[in-house]
């Protein structure tokens, strides 16, 4: 059964940092392009940051840019996000995304699978 799930969210003060984590079972996200994206209650889910299966052009959103950071370890079948500089405008809830080849695409409905979210509250 393929999973995603994510892990390291938590509670920080603005200026503050947390590394997220996405670990896959059951597949291998070696051929897969993952993202995360971020939703608040009442909004849509958004895209906040990119990597390709293959090469380097990873994307981030425009409020991320500089402060995040994607990046994958295909070995341990993991992606992580590092993010620095947190706002309380980052606060949400965080999922993990992926889906087979392509390239990098901020539409969520163009990634097939989906983890359960992990909660990052920034307080000022």
């Known amino acids: 059964q393929a999973q995603l799930v994510e892990s390291g969210g938590g509670a920080v003060q603005a200026g503050g940092s947390l590394r997220l984590s996405c670990s896959a079972s059951?597949?291998?996200?070696?051929?897969?392009?993952m993202a995360w994206f971020r939703q608040v209650p009442g909004k849509e889910r958004t895209f906040v940051a990119g990597?390709?299966?293959?090469?380097?052009?990873?994307i981030y959103a425009d409020s991320v840019k500089g402060r995040f950071s994607i990046s994958r370890e295909n070995a341990k079948n993991t992606v992580y996000l590092q993010m620095n500089s947190l706002k309380s405008d980052d606060t949400g809830v965080y999922y993990c995304a992926g889906y087979l080849r392509g390239a990098v695409d901020r539409r969520r409905e163009v990634y097939r699978y989906w983890g359960q979210g992990t909660q990052v509250t920034v307080s000022s």
């Open positions: 990597i390709p299966w293959v090469g380097s052009s990873k």
């Open positions: 059951g597949f291998s996200i070696n051929q897969f392009v």
